[in-house]
């Protein structure tokens, strides 16, 4: 596979996952969306990594960051839905709309 | 103790005294004047001993401050003939006006800040006379313009004096911008800022090869330019008379030896250059001996002692020019000097006599019987003589050496010794309506008087029976200048000799006697008029009603300006103010009241949809993506 | 290279089951499949030690506790669903980009691809990176990881209504 099949790969991924943030109005769906576009830039570092770059271990290791900060950006998202949740027994986002000027 | 140190003494202690004074004691008067006095003895001694131990060759000390390029920037003193002698004066004179405020200030609240001021001062104009660099030259220059402004202004609740100090402010400013233009041109011209080195360029006979002629006299016109606004030429007199409004020692400081005075300096230091430029001092001889006859005419007609001072300032200013003008360094210097004398001593009583009887107005003075303050009057006649030109004061010397020095044929010069002759006589003839308003008073004559005693000043408290005081501190001063007014015409050899000069014109008796006769008959004149027993006071010109109005309203000059300068200017500025407030604030306030609704509103829209925003960023950014693909 | 094909098939196809799923437990399988197939990825680009940290992280954490995080919430079923003018705007945003962004892709060229390092398989180069040039990155982000734990904690565990630090303290001492 070429590096611009990839990378085209995982911009598809990424456009899905943005559709996902963008439509939602689930809190969770809206994170199913995040986690997926998250992915999309792992699959990119590593076929740029695969293809492009002389020192392999550089790309896998930020993946693994990657990795690492989704796990925590997961934690707190999904504590917050929870908090959300018992506040006012629903995660849908229209109801959090409060900034009224 | 070198020259050097001396003359950083000199130039240093009023700094000092003005600084310690306005900081540390302003109100506490007494410690405040002690210091100034002090430093004005000090400058006093220092000046009279370079004086007295005066090199023969011109002596320049100076430090560098900063260096530009090629151009060294120096802070200094140059010390010669013209220097010495100025500096001398001014420290003189402003220890006498020191002496003399201690008493006529001594009612005044804020005396302190006078004193302060006073020192600053003399700062100030014994830098610039010292100053051995057109950068100094211009700085002091200025600075002496801000003492004055201050000094004039000092009663600042009184809406006159600070429109007379504004006045007198804008404009000498006029004029400073001539002079700055003139110094940079001759910076360029010359390349140096050095004013011995200048003074060496244009010393040699004829025009110096390095500069077209019409440059030298662009330089030298728009010095003159400088000096019409600081010593009150026509046609930027008019500031003078009104700075009349301030403390009288003030009047007599600024118009007798010091900041009227820096311009006449100014030529006087720069005279070489004004001999290369033969049109210009044509030019000045014009305007100074024009000045001369219209003060004089002006101060024939008024009734308030101060102005009739004021206008015969302006008039003897005109007086130095014709002399320095006419080509003769020692006359126009001489005169400065001699005037220094008799003018500071005739305000001194001026200022005593409203002191001691509360108005300005002559008449009403000498029918309060202020002829009776014996030392003053002694002191007026002296110095209203020595005005007039009357053997053997001083003022009669350096008068003669002016009208000697006219001795140009064709026709300008025929003129010009015609109006100088008039300006003489009228001279005489003012100076002695004074003297004889003052000392013979008469009840019964047709003098009017404008302002009755005891009008203005709250400080006296002489009921119109008794002697009016003499104060010892007011009458030490008089007395010194009395004797400098008649001593100093006497001096004329030694100046000659400091300014490097021989002796050239000694007038012989021939050459006296219409001078003298003029002087005479401006007299006899005012005997008839104002002093004979039975006289109607009431001067010639009051048989031609127009003609007096026209002198007592200083030829309409000050009137021409209001309308045709600053009412423009003022209707100017109020059409700017008006578009700034309305137009330009109104705008300005739609515009804010309008983008503060406007926030609102979208502000209201703005209710947190995350998802919108996101959608729009992302959006937003794949235009612009896509732009930057298809290029 | 069918295999990559394949991989990239079954990875947008649960991807879109991620999205698209009106029920959001059938989202969450959908999005472990497309992270399964990501992982496989992974594997393909000769990063099987990456590959196994997605699927344990990944499949094995995160997802499982977005299904708690469902089974704790209403589950999804009170949710309405999504307009049909919101799934197009999101759609055409997320069209658009896909557009411009793969313009400037399918216009860049790419260099020659680098001789294929050996020690491709090697985890050791990876562990001695991690703890030698990429230390104090590390050590950040295990702060961030145990902020996020601690932080997680508080706001979950905390009460109904209380809001201030001191009950927060309380609901997970």
Same mark, same amino acid.
């Not at chain 2, 051995?132 to 801000?146: K, S, V």
């Given at each position: ?40 830039? #792992? ?46 027994? #629903? ?11 | ?12 202690? $009023? ?34 001993? +370079? ?26 003193? +140059? ?41 600053? *001062? ?118 003078? /008379?009104?700075?009349?409004?301030? $403390?009288? /020692? ?68 005109? *007086? ?7 080509? =003769? ?18 305000? +001194? ?30 002191? +007026? ?14 003022? *009669?010397? =350096? ?9 140009? =044929? ?41 302002? /009755? ?53 000694? /007038? ?51 009137? *021409? ?71 | ?42 594997? @393909? ?39 049909? @003018? %919101? %799934? !197009? @705007? ?30 491709? &398989? ?5 562990? %001695?990176?991690?703890?030698? %040039? ?19 904690? !508080? ?16 609901? &997970?001492?």
């Amino acid at each position: 596979m070429t590096i611009q099949a990839w990378m085209m790969f995982a911009l598809v991924l990424f456009c899905i996952g943005l559709y996902g943030v963008l439509a939602r109005r689930n809190l969770i769906g809206i994170l199913i969306g995040i986690e997926l576009m998250l992915n999309a830039a #792992s699959v990119n570092v590593l076929a740029v990594n695969y293809h492009v770059a002389n020192d392999p271990a550089v790309g896998r290791i930020i993946v693994l960051f990657i990795i690492g900060l989704a796990a925590a950006e997961a934690a707190i998202a999904l504590s917050i839905i929870l908090a959300v949740y018992r506040q006012r027994t #629903s995660i849908d986002v229209a109801n959090l709309e409060e900034l009224k000027g | 103790m070198n020259h050097s140190l001396i003359a950083l003494v000199c130039v240093a202690s $009023p700094l000092i005294a003005f600084v310690v004074a306005l900081v540390g004691f302003r109100r506490r008067h007494g410690i405040a004047a002690g210091i100034v006095l002090t430093s004005g003895v000090a400058s006093l001694v220092a000046a009279a001993a +370079l004086l007295l131990t005066a090199h023969p060759e011109a002596q320049a000390f100076t430090s560098r401050w900063f260096v530009i390029g090629d151009v060294s920037i120096e802070f200094g003193v +140059l010390l010669d003939g013209r220097t010495l002698i100025m500096g001398a004066v001014v420290a003189l004179v402003t220890l006498c006006i020191q002496i003399y405020s201690l008493s006529y200030m001594a009612d005044d609240p804020g005396r302190g800040r006078f004193f302060a001021f006073l020192a600053l *001062f003399e700062w100030s104009m014994l830098s610039f006379v010292f100053s051995a660099n057109l950068l100094q030259t211009f700085i002091f220059w200025e600075l002496i313009g801000l003492s004055s402004f201050l000094l004039i202004g000092f009663w600042y609740e009184k809406p006159s004096a600070v429109a007379a100090a504004k006045k007198a402010f804008i404009m000498t400013r006029i004029g400073d911008v001539g002079l700055f233009i003139g110094l940079i041109l001759l910076f360029r011209a010359t390349g140096t800022l050095d004013v011995m080195e200048i003074g060496r360029i244009f010393e040699p006979q004829g025009q110096p090869s390095s500069i077209p002629p019409g440059q030298i006299e662009l330089i030298a016109l728009m010095l003159f330019i400088g000096v019409i606004g600081k010593s009150a030429q026509f046609p930027l007199h008019t500031w003078l /008379p009104d700075a009349m409004e301030g $403390p009288t /020692p003030v009047s007599a400081l600024l118009h007798s030896a010091t900041m009227v005075a820096a311009g006449i300096f100014l030529v006087a230091r720069f005279h070489e250059l004004f001999l290369d430029a033969p049109t210009t001092m044509r030019v000045m001889l014009g305007i100074a001996t024009f000045t001369a006859l219209l003060a004089a005419t002006m101060a024939m007609v008024a009734k308030d002692m101060k102005r009739v001072l004021a206008y015969s300032s302006i008039s003897q200013l005109g *007086f130095m020019l014709i002399g320095l003008s006419a080509g =003769s360094l020692f006359a126009g210097y001489f005169h400065l000097t001699t005037h220094a004398f008799f003018k500071a001593l005739l305000f +001194l009583c001026a200022g005593a006599y409203i002191h001691g009887c509360g108005t300005n107005d002559m008449i009403a003075m000498g029918r309060a019987g202020v002829a009776r303050m014996r030392i003053t009057t002694i002191g +007026l006649v002296v110095g209203g003589a020595a005005l007039a030109g009357i053997p053997p004061l001083a003022g *009669f010397f =350096s008068k003669e050496q002016i009208i000697g020095t006219l001795d140009g =044929s064709g026709l300008f010069y025929t003129i010009i010794r015609i109006g100088v002759y008039a300006a003489a006589f009228l001279t005489a003839y003012y100076s002695f309506r004074m003297i004889f308003l003052i000392t013979r008073p008469n009840a019964d004559s047709l003098a009017v008087e404008d302002e /009755p005693a005891h009008a203005q000043h709250a400080g006296s408290d002489h009921s119109a029976g008794h002697d009016p005081a003499e104060p010892w501190v007011m009458c030490g001063p008089i007395i010194l200048l009395t004797l400098g007014a008649i001593g100093v015409g006497f001096l004329g050899g030694r100046i000659a000799a400091l300014l490097g000069i021989e002796h050239a014109h000694a /007038p012989t008796l021939a050459e006296m006697a219409p001078a003298v006769g003029i002087a005479l008959l401006g007299v006899a004149l005012a005997w008839f008029e104002f002093g004979r027993t039975g006289a109607r006071q009431a001067g010639f010109v009051a048989s031609f009603p127009p003609v007096q109005t026209l002198f007592e309203k200083r030829w309409y000059i000050d009137e *021409f300006y209001q309308r045709v300068f600053v009412r423009p200017v003022v209707w100017f500025a109020k059409l700017c103010y008006g578009t700034e407030t309305r137009a330009l604030d109104g705008a300005a306030d739609k515009l804010a009241r309008g983008v503060v609704r406007a926030g609102g509103e979208t502000a209201r829209r703005h209710i947190g949809r995350l998802q919108l925003y996101i959608g729009a960023a992302v959006a937003s950014v794949a235009v612009l993506v896509f732009y930057l693909a298809m290029e | 290279m069918i295999a990559a094909g394949l991989v990239m098939v079954l990875t947008i196809a649960g991807a879109i089951i991620g999205v698209g799923a009106r029920r959001i437990v059938h989202a969450i399988f959908g999005l472990g499949i497309s992270l399964a197939g990501v992982a496989l990825a992974f594997g @393909l680009l000769r990063s099987p030690f990456v590959a196994a940290m997605e699927v344990l992280i990944y499949i094995g954490g995160i997802t499982v506790a977005m299904v708690f995080a469902v089974m704790l919430s209403s589950g999804g079923r009170n949710e309405p669903g999504e307009g049909l @003018l %919101r %799934r !197009t @705007l999101a759609a055409g945003a997320a069209l658009l980009f896909l557009v411009s962004v793969g313009l400037v892709i399918s216009g860049t060229e790419f260099g020659p691809m680098p001789e294929a390092v050996d020690e491709a &398989w090697s985890v050791q180069q990876i562990g %001695r990176d991690l703890l030698n %040039r990429f230390n104090v990155v590390f050590e950040l982000l295990s702060v961030v990881l145990l902020l996020a734990i601690v932080g997680a904690i !508080t706001i979950a565990g905390r009460g109904d209504e209380s809001l201030d630090p001191a009950a927060a303290d309380e609901g &997970w001492a």
